[in-house]
T-cell receptor
């Protein structure tokens, strides 16, 4: 149980393109999902908290207009990197926290490798 | 604010040897504690978690961790390393109250298993 599916796994596109990444919780409901960015050989950096039915909460320094987040249902959150540039190339990972008791862990997708040419 | 320190960015053990990955946290109130494993080009997989109750928690793949409040530690161990254990391991904490259920990660420990 507690499977999170992230799609696509890899994207290569030209500079200026907008890229949408999907994160789905397959067998549980997730009011809250999270989007991370990971640079090579580093830990995960939280970008934003995605809340079903309301606006996402962005971490300091993350551009809201650059990284658009939509959480339209209890099982789906999307991250759109708008007008992507080479510096946006990175490994993006989503997670979903199962609704319920405190202390529930986050379950992670397999990540999306984004390469902007 | 809470923080996580993982001592040793790289740990190397022989196959069959004990694995010990260290994690210390800083928090005004004992948080929820997690260990995750990451294989190359993949997301994170939950190994185990501590919320309340028994301080020695067992996880998947033969791993276990012990919560020691007096030492503010949550070290990860496995009695006998296997080649398939080679991966990046992250310790993480989540606040007991508030904080929006956010995870704070350590910087990670790369485990290498040698023949």
């Amino acid at each position: 149980g507690a499977v999170v599916s992230q799609h696509p796994s890899r994207v290569i596109c030209k500079s200026g393109t907008s890229v949408k990444i999907e994160c789905r919780s397959l067998d549980f409901q997730a009011t809250t999902m999270f989007w991370y960015r990971q640079f090579p050989k580093q830990s995960l950096m939280l970008m934003a908290t995605s809340n079903e039915g309301s606006k996402a909460t962005y971490e300091q320094g993350v551009e809201k207009d650059k990284f658009l987040i939509n959480h339209a249902s209890l099982t789906l959150s999307t991250l759109t990197v708008t007008s992507a540039h080479p510096e946006d190339s990175s490994f993006y990972i989503c997670s979903a926290r199962q609704d319920g008791a405190a202390g529930q862990p986050q379950h992670f997708g397999d990540g999306t490798r984004l390469s902007i040419l | 604010a809470q923080s996580v320190t993982q001592l040793g960015s790289h740990v190397s053990v022989s196959e069959g040897a004990l694995v010990l990955l260290r994690c210390n946290y800083s928090s005004s109130v004992p948080p929820y504690l997690f260990w995750y494993v990451q294989y190359p080009n993949q997301g994170l997989q939950l190994l185990l978690k501590y919320t309340t109750g028994a301080t020695l928690v067992k996880g998947i793949n033969g791993f276990e961790a012990e919560f020691k409040k007096s030492e503010t530690s949550f070290h990860l161990t496995k009695p006998s390393a296997h080649m398939s254990d080679a991966a990046e391991y992250f310790c993480a904490v989540s606040p007991f109250t508030g904080g929006g259920n956010k995870l704070t990660f350590g910087t990670g420990t790369q485990l290498k298993v040698e023949l």
